[in-house]
């Protein structure tokens, strides 16, 4: 199997292989051979759950132990150019101008990408959309990555990757402060809760098997997303590639930009492990302390 190093994943994570990882694999392969056609895997976890690592984890485990080349696509792959998110500030709410929620996607390029993925024929190449946090802006498409056909298995990963609508009458109160403050006529969360009921949905019908990753709590998510950003800037801090344009996040900032989260990620964690094939439980530490899942139809 490919290094964990070769992934820039922990080594730690070596201990879990067998007893996590490879099984996880192993229910993804048999869901794969119970159907002709691409497999695409919706993975939804709050931010700083581990979604990127397990979708690396998961790629080396069924290329190496099953034999199926997986392509993973994050939501965060579809983002809107901040330009574009600019200009649906003005047109729609200003709140729209902080990537994030449903309505800061381009879902039509979400979907046109799983069709394409799922319909490459062997040595057919596609480029991969990309965002760049560092500077919050899509990457330019001579930097996309290059998935080669055929794809048996796409994961399909993000933070709110497979969520529901909430019911019109939980959106009248505010949650938080950006919402009392910045949103006081609830016509942002309103028109969050209209692109999931709208072309979100058609966005996760294409979602053949979902599995949430469920945290304890959501204030481990500021904890948690707090750890990536400072992985971010690590990452960048003797690199001039962005010519001064990076968008590193500071703790004030970060509490501020988990707000906009906060309402679709507590709705998650109450609704969807009714509706997830497997449900992982993560602890502090980010280890599985639970796997809940529903026999293969």
């Not at 990555?145 to 933070?159: C, I, N, Q, S, Y």
């Not at 949103?183 to 098997?209: I, S, T």
Request: some cysteine; hydrophobic content about 40%; overall charge negative.
């Amino acid at each position: 199997m490919e290094s964990l190093e070769s992934q820039k994943l922990p080594a730690s994570l070596a201990d879990l292989l067998p007893g996590f990882y490879a099984p996880l694999a192993g229910w993804i392969s048999e869901a794969r051979s119970r159907q002709p056609t691409t497999l695409v895997v919706g993975i939804c976890g709050s931010q700083g759950s581990g979604k990127s690592s397990l979708c690396a984890l998961l790629e080396c485990c069924l290329r190496q132990g099953c034999g199926l080349q997986a392509v993973t696509l994050s939501i965060d792959d579809l983002y809107l150019t901040r330009a574009d998110r600019e200009r649906r500030s003005r047109e729609v709410h200003p709140l729209f101008v902080t990537r994030g929620v449903p309505g800061t996607h381009d879902v039509r390029l979400g979907i046109e990408t799983l069709e394409q993925l799922s319909a490459l024929d062997r040595q057919q190449t596609l480029a991969v959309p990309g965002f760049d946090k560092a500077i919050d802006d899509r990457m330019a498409p001579e930097h996309w990555r290059v998935a080669t056909g055929p794809v048996d298995v796409v994961l399909f990963e993000g933070w709110c990757v497979g969520a529901s609508p909430e019911p019109a009458d939980a959106l009248a109160t505010a949650i938080n402060s950006l919402e009392r403050d910045e949103d006081p006529h609830a016509g942002w969360r309103r028109h969050v809760n209209a692109e999931l009921a709208g072309d979100y949905r058609l966005l996760f019908k294409k979602l053949d098997r979902l599995i949430l990753l469920a945290v304890d709590s959501f204030e481990r998510v500021f904890e948690w997303r707090q750890l990536q950003e400072r992985k971010l800037a690590d990452e960048h801090r003797n690199d001039d590639s962005h010519g001064g344009a990076l968008k590193i996040m500071n703790d004030t900032e970060l509490i501020r930009f988990i707000m906009h989260y906060e309402r679709l990620t507590r709705h998650i964690l109450r609704h969807m492990p009714q509706d997830a094939d497997i449900v992982v439980e993560l602890d502090a530490t980010h280890n599985a302390s639970r796997v809940s899942l529903k026999q293969l139809r």
